[in-house]
């Protein structure tokens, strides 16, 4: 494997904790730009109802990522913990697990592909039909980043973040360049998600000595983060399928803008779990790493609710565009809110799946049934209607994302105190 040392020679300078910070920061920076770039050239380029489906078959998209996320947190884990000898051999078990999970993914997607195109009221097949290949890149993306997050090879990992931004703008706004519609953005997105991949395999070339048993280990042990993932992607989206089937096709539009901001929040502050996810998987009792982390995060979260709450306008207009969602700006910091609560939130379950907290998944099932129950209730109802509507269920989104993240980080400290 090239990113790793060859006997005989001096091991490669690590980077400091800053250093590392930083540089992944970057690459996920960058990945975070060109994503965002994508959504805010098709929010311009598109009419509200088909921005509403693109945002909806992402939401989809980020549920489906869960499996990818899975492999790269066990892999991660896997990697960070292992001492002695068959580094290599790990590594390239992990590679393979991601491949058959690739083609098991792939083909889930092309069956539902009927099902969705009926939930979400979206009559483009090929745009449907596309989600699968897009899955199965991810798929194979995830085993790959969780080799080289595992062995901190910081810079190789921040390449492949780049890799995901830059490909999902190049082709996803070239694509709508070309024909603005959803099955444009569709085929942009399908492309974009081979280039990471492509340079991961390159990236981790040589890599052998992976057994079939060793590959089905790394696949059950993927199967508990997986789930757990599955539960947080799931609430942290459902607030875009229930806009989409709850409010009328004008006001799912203006939900769908505000999730660009909550979106951007959620992941703003990403890098500080990957950079701290090895340190608790070897130290899964540090509860004090782990407060330091979530106070790191909701100190960025902080910034982004005053940011949106100061300059309402420029939020607006990076979103979607005065012309067509001004009626958006008053309520830009409660997405802000929203987009924070769930990057705390995501902090906490990946800390309980390097304790590992085999509950949270169960708590967080809890949460979502609580979430759609009352958006039912509330927005099926007519109890709140139009503008109503969307800032009520992004305050509920939020005030969710809290309660689950306290419940969470409370079970974590218990069970610490507990083993000791």
Known sequence: MTSETTPGQPPAPKLTFLGSATVVAVGMAIMNVGAYGFTIFAVHKLAPEQFSAVIALLGLLLIGNVVPLGLQASGARRIATHTGPGQAALADSLLKAGRRAALALTAVCLVATPLLMWLL??????AVLLLAPTLGCLSIMGS????????????ELAALYTAVGVGRFLFGAGALAIHPSLTSAMIGLALGAAVPPLLGTFLLRGSSGGTPEQVKQVLREAVH???T???????ANVDVLLARSLMDGQHSGYYAAGVIVAKACLFLPQFVIVIVFPSLANSPGDTLRLRRAIQAVAALGVCCVLGALLLPDLVVTVA??????????????IFALAGSSYAVLQLVVYAAIAQPEKRAAL???IGLAALVVAALIILGLDIATGMTAVKVL????????LALSAALAAGLHKQTADSD
Do not use: P, R
């Not at 009221?121 to 090929?126: F, G, K, V």
């Not at 790959?144 to 810079?155: D, F």
């Not at 993932?229 to 609430?235: P, R, Y």
């Open 121 to 126: 009221h979206i009559d483009s097949l090929i």
């Open 144 to 155: 790959q980043l969780g080799v080289l997050q595992g062995g901190k090879n910081w810079t």
């Open 225 to 227: 983060g997986t789930h």
């Open 229 to 235: 993932l599955l539960a947080f992607f799931a609430i």
């Open 320 to 333: 979607g565009g005065k012309e067509n969602y001004a009626a958006l700006g008053s309520y830009a910091w």
């Open 363 to 365: 708590v967080i099932w």
């Open 394 to 401: 992004a305050a509920m989104t939020a005030t969710c994302a």
